[in-house]
Every structure is written in C-alpha cells, then in structure tokens.
T-cell receptor, first 110, second 114 residues
Framework: TQLLEQSPQFLSIQEGENLTVYCNSS?????LQWYRQEPGEGPVLLVT?????EVKKLKRLTFQFGDARKDSSLHITAAQTGDTGLYLC??????????FGSGTKLNVKP | DAGITQSPRHKVTETGTPVTLRCHQT?????MYWYRQDPGHGLRLIHY???????DKGEVSDGYSVSRSKTEDFLLTLESATSSQTSVYFC?????????????FGQGTRLTVV
C-alpha cells in the first residue's frame, strides 16, 4: 500500500497547456516535498511546503499544501517541453523518513 | 551538486548470489537512505541510517541488509539476490530531519537479477 498516492500516473499535453498533479494521503506529514526526476538521474528537489494551506510559486510552478497537511498539488502554467519528466511528492514522516509517491510522468509535446 | 557516488552504476547478477551496492558521500551528512524505484511504485524506502552504526528498516527491508561503519559510506547488501530485486536503487543523503531538509540523491544503480 502506497502511503502517498499521486494522480494522474501519466500525463501527455501540448506545449502551452496548463496542468495539475495531485498528491494525497490519509496520513499527516510534517512537511511535503516535490521532486523532479529525469531519465537516468536521481530526483532533484523543487520545493518544500511546511505549513497547512501554504502556497509556493516557482516561476510557472505553483505548489499548495492542504490545510490538514495530508495532500498537496502542483500546478504548471503554460507547460514547456523542458518540464517533461517524472514528478514525485515526498512526505516527511516521523521526522526521520521520507516516503515517496508513485510519481506522475509528464510528457510535454512541442 | 551534492557529492554522492553510487557504485556500481550497472550490475547483472545471478539468482542466489550476494550483491553489495555502495553509496559514498563527501558532504558529511548524518542521514543516509537506500531506496528502490520500480514502475508504478515510485521510490520505496529500504533502509536508512541516522549515524555511524545506527540503522533502521524502511517499508521494503526484507531480503536486504545495510551497514554504515563510516559517516561517508552506506552499504546495501542483498544476501541472496532474487529476480524480484531487479530494480533501480538510489542512495540519498540529508543533513538533518528538520521539516525543510532536502534529500540529495545519487544517480542510481541499475541491478538486474537473472
């Protein structure tokens, strides 16, 4: 059983479109992180959200942490081909472990 | 880039043989982690370490053991490899477990058990 469920699993869109990726859990996390992974590489951190209801923006990417700290979303505005990759959410659990979601594989077509 | 080196990067081994994967860091971070990544499952925690000789199990620890005799090295051993352990293995490090701590990942080891 996955502690963190991500949806959708796969997303293929045209350049310029908007998209939202979701990360849901029944557990409460002290923080939640979003990572992006390219083929053949390890994940790289995009953002950390800590406070319930927090919203963070990173250029065209907007991250939100749910009020109850059980879920999060990643919204990309005007997607570009360079956004293609695997997006992973990770929750800090019991203050000494990171648990990851199953990931959303995004393909942005030119 | 964080100084994390995984070795080997690729390995093919036979069922029933022992295999050891190595993670070496130059950042002097206290916490080290081993994950496996499989399609549809994302990254799953195998074992982690919170200091020299201090380790604990993750969610998929069966069939794996770890050792950390020095701050910079974290070894993952498959005592008797099985086909179900074919996967990509990632090592990660973090400085602390405060809520805004980043985990830095190695480039991964692709292990195939035939």
């Amino acid at each position: 059983t996955q502690l963190l469920e991500q949806s959708p699993q796969f997303l293929s869109i045209q350049e310029g479109e908007n998209l939202t990726v979701y990360c849901n859990s029944s557990s409460v996390f002290s923080s939640l992180q979003w990572y992006r992974q390219e083929p053949g590489e390890g994940p790289v951190l995009l953002v950390t959200v800590v406070t319930g209801g927090e919203v963070k923006k990173l250029k065209r990417l907007t991250f939100q942490f749910g009020d109850a700290r059980k879920d999060s979303s990643l919204h990309i505005t005007a997607a570009q081909t360079g956004d293609t990759g695997l997006y992973l959410c990770a929750g800090a659990y019991n203050f000494n472990k990171f648990y990851f979601g199953s990931g959303t594989k995004l393909n942005v077509k030119p | 880039d964080a100084g994390i080196t995984q070795s080997p990067r690729h390995k093919v081994t036979e069922t029933g043989t022992p295999v050891t994967l190595r993670c070496h860091q130059t950042e002097n971070h206290r916490y080290m982690y081993w994950y496996r990544q499989d399609p549809g499952h994302g990254l799953r925690l195998i074992h982690y370490s919170y200091g020299v000789k201090d380790t604990d199990k993750g969610e998929v620890s069966d069939g794996y053991s770890v050792s950390r005799s020095k701050t910079e090295d974290f070894l993952l051993t498959l005592e008797s490899a099985t086909s179900s352990q074919t996967s990509v293995y990632f090592c990660a490090i973090s400085e602390s477990v405060q809520s805004n701590t980043e985990a830095f990942f190695g480039q991964g080891t692709r292990l195939t058990v035939v």
